[in-house]
């Protein structure tokens, strides 16, 4: 296992939903977690995930903090683990975020991350048909995503993750299959992937 003996403090960078940490906690019962996000919005939800899912002494083991992953406000050494979930595309300076990660970790602390690859590129089908429905109603299609922070392959993340600091660098590339339902999906299009065209409909 790479949980350290004892009760161990780990690091959600990125937390979202809070699904991982909610997970992590259920699993380790020793097991100290912060989660940190860069919307508060996110830690709102976060926080309302686990006080519906969690009893009060795994409630309690949960703390948060609104914060960006290239600044992280604790400490030198800090954790003793940490973890991030399809987070650090997204960041602007990945090479920052895994310096501030090497950072806060205890010496010899393990790090995982879960990032999209640039290979491969297809569409899936629920985006390829939420583009016809846009385009049937007349929306501009997406902007093409030049800016993709996607790591190029799994070699590079890792050799990111040495730049940072860290040692026994490890980087598997693997498909993800996801099952969408249909709600799932349109909150994942409403509340992630375009967030922004949702606030320009009108509801009816």
């Not at 406000?73 to 975020?97: E, G």
């Not at 967030?195 to 320009?200: M, N, P, V």
Request: hydrophobic letters at 40%; aromatic letters at 8%.
């Amino acid at each position: 296992s790479l949980l350290p003996a004892g009760s161990a403090h780990l690091l959600d960078i990125g937390t979202g939903t809070g699904a991982l940490a909610i997970e992590a906690l259920e699993r380790w019962p020793s097991t100290r977690v912060t989660g940190i996000d860069a919307s508060s919005e996110m830690v709102r939800w976060a926080l309302g995930e686990a006080d519906r899912r969690l009893p009060m002494g795994t409630r309690s083991r949960l703390s948060t903090a609104v914060a960006f992953a290239d600044r992280l406000p604790f400490p030198d050494a800090s954790f003793d683990l940490a973890m991030s979930s399809f987070v650090l595309q997204l960041v602007p300076n990945r090479a920052a975020a895994l310096r501030e990660a090497r950072r806060v970790l205890r010496p010899g602390a393990p790090f995982g991350y879960v990032t999209w690859l640039r290979e491969g590129g297809d569409i899936d089908p629920p985006d390829r048909i939420l583009d016809e429905v846009l385009d049937e109603f007349g929306f501009d299609p997406p902007e093409p995503d030049s800016d993709s922070g996607d790591a190029a392959s799994a070699r590079a993340a890792a050799d990111g993750l040495r730049r940072a600091g860290f040692r026994d660098v490890r980087a598997h590339a693997e498909v993800l299959a996801h099952r969408w339902t249909a709600r799932g999906y349109v909150d994942f299009i409403e509340h992630f992937s375009e967030e922004s065209l949702f606030d320009e409909l009108e509801r009816g």
